[in-house]
C-alpha cells in the first residue's frame, strides 16, 4: 500500500503518543541488557518538537548486560577469550530482546517455510 494514500488518524496527538509508548516499552527491554536509547520526535507540519518524560527504568542495568556478556564468553573457547583476538565484544542474543513480541504478552506465530515445487 502507498503511504500517500493512508488515512490519518482522527487523534493525530493520541497516536504518536500511542506510538511513542511503544517504542518506550521496547527501549525498556533494550536498556535491561545495557543499551543507552534516547527519543526525539518531531512534528514535522508544526515544526515543534514532542518531549517525553523518561522512566525511570530507561537507565541502562549494566551489571545485567555485564552477566550477559560473560556468560556468553565462559561458553567461547580459550582461544576466544583472550581480548586482543576478539576484535568486538559479545552481544547478547538478538531473539532475547523480544521485539516482535506483542504488547499483550506472548509470543510471534511462526510460520514454517513454503517448500520450494
Do not use: C
Not at 57 to 83: C, D, G, H, Y
Request: hydrophobic residues 35%; proline residues 9%; positive net charge.
Amino acid at each position: 500500500m502507498n503511504s500517500s494514500k493512508r488515512k490519518l488518524p482522527k487523534d493525530i496527538e493520541r497516536s504518536i503518543t500511542t506510538r511513542a509508548e511503544g517504542m518506550m516499552r521496547k527501549a525498556i527491554e533494550l536498556t535491561k541488557l545495557g543499551v543507552r536509547v534516547a527519543f526525539y520526535i518531531e512534528k514535522t507540519d508544526e515544526g515543534k518538537a514532542l518531549r517525553f518524560k523518561t522512566h525511570s527504568t530507561m537507565e541502562p542495568n549494566w551489571e545485567l548486560a555485564a552477566n550477559i556478556v560473560s556468560r556468553k564468553s565462559e561458553q567461547e573457547p580459550a582461544a576466544l577469550r583472550s581480548p586482543e583476538l576478539r576484535s568486538t565484544p559479545s552481544l547478547p542474543d538478538v531473539e532475547s530482546l523480544n521485539l516482535n513480541w506483542p504488547s499483550i504478552g506472548g509470543t510471534p506465530k511462526i510460520e514454517p517455510l513454503p517448500e520450494l515445487i
